[in-house]
């Protein structure tokens, strides 16, 4: 089955910096990429996901890089907010089947 | 309902006895996954089932492990003699079939398993 690198593991920014996240794929065959946000105590829930047809998507503060060639892909928070401290997923399957998550991101956001 | 829900939140339990652990998910979504959530850890993919098609059980780490999902809908995860490392979050989520548009997944709330 398909497997997801994440890194890294932890993340500490400051109010106002932006943050990067990068993740690695295995499967050539795989083509949903989406993102998920876990806020302490909760449940996972998507963020952002991007398909191999295009090699950046965004939305407002949050954008997603994707390189097919090198199989890897990558989230950007821009003008980072305490909000935004939580573990971030990312993941990868072939028609949103079958999905795989990396190991998880430890953001956080100092004032 | 709305949601997937799962069952029970918490379990308490002590070593060597079995447990299940259910979840019903959106109702439509012929795909179902269970994942696991040590404390402070990623998302270990236990299993998926999508549809009629044989569930891809490359996850389940051994084989007190195992699951089912009656009549495309409900599923239900067993656990045979639980060991205290198996103390962790189950989660279960669920998404419409491969291939639409939309390939989120929506996770229960979890269940929060104990082993003594």
């Known amino acids: 089955g398909e497997n997801v690198e994440q890194h890294p593991s932890t993340l500490s920014v400051q109010e106002g910096d932006s943050a990067v996240i990068k993740c690695t794929y295995s499967d050539s065959a795989s083509n949903y990429f989406p993102w998920y946000k876990q806020e302490l105590g909760k449940r996972p829930q998507l963020i952002i996901d991007?398909?191999?047809?295009?090699g950046e998507k965004k939305d407002q503060r949050i954008a997603v890089t994707l390189n097919k060639t090198a199989k890897h892909f990558s989230l950007h928070i821009t003008e980072t907010q305490p909000e935004d401290s939580a573990v971030y997923f990312c993941?990868?399957?072939?028609?949103?089947?079958?999905?795989?998550f990396g190991a998880g991101t430890r953001l956080t956001v100092k004032p | 309902g709305a949601g997937v829900s799962q069952s029970p939140s918490n379990k308490v339990t002590e070593k060597g006895k079995d447990v299940e652990l259910r979840c019903d998910p959106i109702s439509g979504h012929t795909a179902l996954y269970w994942y696991r959530q040590s404390l402070g850890q990623g998302l270990e993919f236990l299993i998926y089932f999508q549809g009629n098609s044989a569930p891809d059980k490359s996850g389940l780490p051994s084989d007190r492990f195992s699951a089912e999902r009656t009549g495309g809908s409900v599923s239900t995860l067993t656990i045979q003699r639980t060991q205290q490392e198996d103390s962790a979050v189950y989660l279960c989520?669920?998404?419409?079939?491969?291939?639409?548009?939309?390939?989120?997944?929506?996770f229960g709330e979890g269940s929060r398993l104990t082993v003594l």
């Open positions: 991007i398909r191999s047809n295009v």
């Open positions: 993941a990868a399957s072939i028609g949103n089947n079958d999905m795989r």
């Open positions: 989520a669920s998404s419409l079939a491969p291939g639409v548009n939309t390939g989120e997944l929506f």
